[in-house]
């Protein structure tokens, strides 16, 4: 592995701050720099290039890496590029001439400063109320936009350069039909809410094919078996993704009191599309979730005697209660097991167990047994939605359960269940 110049790591990280982004995230920027460096050293790649990002994110594929990663990667990479173009550092050290000795020719032009672009984006969003995700995701869309268009002035792109951009996401990049789609609603954001242009029809563009994929389903075996190679918390985690149906982002954003163990609900509060929605908490593991709670509350009387700040709030909730941070009821449920500095507050905060550690958890005891299908959280739920249908629960039940705005989403599962009705579909082998 080759060694980044100190030069390079430092305007890196201030190009990080400069283009806002989250604290927790900046490690795993500069990690990601470093492997595409040192993908452009080990197969002789120009540093400056986005065919080089094309090429780094084909091998990522090629090593399985999960396309959270991959996306990750390509957000990474393209900051990298935009402080290229921005000229935030000598051209020289940036494009990587004095690492390892090797050196690699940066003439590209100068590109223009979209600083105030990825400003107007974030307030737009968070004038909306839209998740962090909303934000992380549609601000990698518009990096990787201005890598595509060479950092020109953002106030003269058009809708062809558009058009451009995701004909070369489905055509070069071969992305999925969903990330192409989120990449048309991101960029469609930016160019109606913050450069003030509209659309209008948008034809010629190639789409990457839609198709429809049956989910993995687990059986109750297959479930019992990964668990019993979980430790805690994880193996808490996945019963509750299991046992209420909850995405991975819902179960690990839940609060203590969030759980109601006098009614035997469990309330999730800013679901996907900012819905709430209620389920019934599995009685087996009420003794296990009390247990929880007992440990959140000693974690935090400790983080509290030490001059901790508390947990992460939404929105400005610590501003109009100031001790909410520090009560027991707005405690995360799976706090995270180190403190997150806040530079702008010079203050120590605890944030929820982060989604990696779970998904490599998942990964570890997925390899330790047999069950030889792809597991991830998001089977887990698949596996919730599955069973109930196959234990004959009304398919609208189901939905309100799954938080699903639309009837025809939750009826995928249909096709994971057998049917069970006389006019059963046999193979003539069984004639």
């Excluded at 109750?220 to 808490?236: M, Q």
């Excluded at 005697?305 to 520090?326: H, I, P, Q």
């Excluded at 998001?378 to 109930?388: G, I, N, P, V, W």
Aim: proline letters at 3%.
């Amino acid at each position: 592995m080759i060694r980044l110049p100190e030069q390079l790591i430092s305007n890196y990280n201030h190009f990080m701050v400069r283009s806002n982004i989250a604290v927790d995230q900046q490690v795993y920027f500069r990690k990601w720099l470093l492997y595409y460096c040192d993908f452009c050293h080990k197969y002789q790649k120009k540093y400056d290039s986005t065919e080089s990002l094309d090429a780094f994110l084909e091998k990522l594929a090629q090593k399985q890496q999960s396309p959270a990663y991959r996306t990750q990667a390509a957000e990474a990479v393209a900051l990298y590029l935009n402080m290229l173009q921005c000229r935030a550092m000598d051209t020289t050290n940036a494009a990587g001439t004095e690492i390892s000795g090797v050196s690699d020719n940066t003439g590209v032009d100068t590109g223009k400063d979209w600083t105030w672009v990825y400003t107007g984006l974030e307030e737009q969003i968070k004038m909306r109320h839209y998740s962090p995700k909303t934000w992380r995701s549609y601000r990698g869309w518009a990096r990787q936009l201005q890598a595509f268009v060479q950092s020109k002035d953002a106030a003269e792109l058009k809708v062809e350069d558009v058009k451009k951009f995701l004909s070369y996401l489905a055509v070069k990049k071969q992305v999925s039909a969903s990330s192409q789609n989120q990449a048309f609603n991101g960029l469609l954001f930016l160019y109606r809410h913050v450069l003030g242009q509209e659309f209008g029809a948008i034809e010629g563009v190639v789409r990457a094919k839609q198709r429809q994929n049956i989910p993995v389903v687990l059986s109750r075996k297959e479930v019992d078996l990964i668990l019993y190679h979980l430790a805690p918390p994880y193996n808490l985690v996945v019963q509750l993704l299991y046992g209420c149906g909850l995405r991975l982002f819902e179960c690990l954003k839940l609060r203590v009191q969030d759980f109601n163990f006098s009614t035997g609900l469990l309330t999730v509060h800013d679901g996907k599309g900012k819905k709430d929605r209620s389920v019934p908490m599995p009685v087996v593991l009420f003794e296990q979730m009390k247990e929880q709670v007992e440990r959140v509350a000693e974690l935090n009387q400790k983080d509290c005697a030490a001059g901790y700040a508390g947990v992460f709030t939404e929105g400005r909730l610590d501003k109009k209660y100031k001790n909410a941070a520090k009560e027991l009821a707005w405690q995360w449920f799976f706090p995270a097991r180190t403190l997150t500095f806040v530079p702008e507050d010079a203050e120590h905060r605890r944030y929820h167990l982060h989604e990696s550690h779970v998904q490599k958890a998942l990964r570890k005891a997925s390899r330790q047994t047999v069950v030889g299908k792809r597991v991830t959280a998001h089977t887990f739920r698949h596996s919730f939605a599955s069973h109930l249908l196959a234990a004959n629960y009304n398919i609208r039940t189901i939905q309100q359960l799954l938080g699903h705005s639309n009837l025809q989403t939750t009826m995928i599962y249909t096709h994971t269940v057998p049917d069970t009705t006389n006019k059963q579909a046999m193979s003539p082998l069984d004639f």
